[in-house]
């Protein structure tokens, strides 16, 4: 079946620097994607979303990136601070009827360094 | 900032027995659900509950498995026989209405079956 993607399972980036967490869909009929970050011991926190008629989206700090073409979606995470630390999930959806089957890719670990 | 909250945070049990999960989603919200997380693994859907009833379930959600909303603020999930295979964390999460897809995740139940 088709699924929800990451490129690297462990990030590791210097404090400060930008970091990039990528992500890989199949489904072409997805027209909803989410980002979350998981800190340890917690649920997974809504950190951006995008819609498939955007190619960008910016928050604080955050911007996804949305690439049809090649089915690609990535975070960008600027000035990396230790509280970045985390799993990011990537998570895709077909629109139209709420968060049914909300499917998620397995996770990047993103490490801070000092 | 209201939040999702889940209890016991952690649940042992034997094999076979009965346990119930609990969490109390945000107050005006009207579509709940749960998830869970094998380690290790990804976050997937269980079930989905709008107006008093299930509105979609996962082919992980069988006859073990029933939900509820016993009374205005708690919403339950109960798997009626563990198996070893039950041990996870249990990740209850909750949306505004049908059609936000935006969800706000409580910070789990992990279960362990012995």
């Known amino acids: 079946g088709e699924s929800v993607g990451l490129h690297l399972p462990t990030l590791s980036v210097q404090e400060g620097d930008n970091s990039i967490i990528n992500c890989a869909y199949s489904?072409?009929?997805?027209?909803?994607f989410i980002w979350y970050k998981q800190e340890s011991g917690k649920g997974p926190q809504f950190i951006i979303d995008i819609r498939s008629n955007m190619d960008k989206r910016q928050g604080q700090r955050v911007t996804v990136l949305l690439n049809k073409t090649v089915k690609h979606l990535s975070l960008q995470i600027a000035a990396t601070q230790p509280g970045d630390s985390a799993v990011y999930f990537c998570?895709?959806?077909?629109?139209?009827?709420?968060?049914?089957?909300?499917?998620f890719g397995k996770g990047t670990h993103l490490i801070i360094q000092p | 900032e209201p939040e999702v909250t889940q209890t016991p945070s952690h649940q042992v049990t034997q094999m076979g027995q009965e346990v119930i999960l609990r969490c109390v989603p945000i107050?005006?919200?009207?579509?709940f659900y749960w998830y869970r997380q094998i380690l290790g693994q990804k976050v997937e859907f269980l079930v989905s509950?709008?107006?008093?009833?299930?509105?979609?379930k996962s082919e992980i959600f069988d006859d073990q498995f029933s939900v509820e909303r016993p009374d205005g603020s708690n919403f339950t999930l109960k798997i009626r026989s563990t198996k070893l295979e039950d041990s996870a964390m249990y990740f209850c999460?909750?949306?505004?209405?049908?059609?936000?897809?935006?969800?706000?995740f409580g910070s789990g139940t992990q279960l362990s079956v012995l």
């Open positions: 107050s005006n919200h009207l579509y």
């Open positions: 999460a909750s949306s505004e209405d049908r059609g936000n897809e935006k969800l706000f």
């Open positions: 998570a895709e959806l077909i629109s139209g009827g709420g968060a049914d089957g909300l499917t």
């Open positions: 509950f709008y107006n008093n009833e299930i509105s979609e």
């Open positions: 489904n072409s009929a997805s027209d909803y």
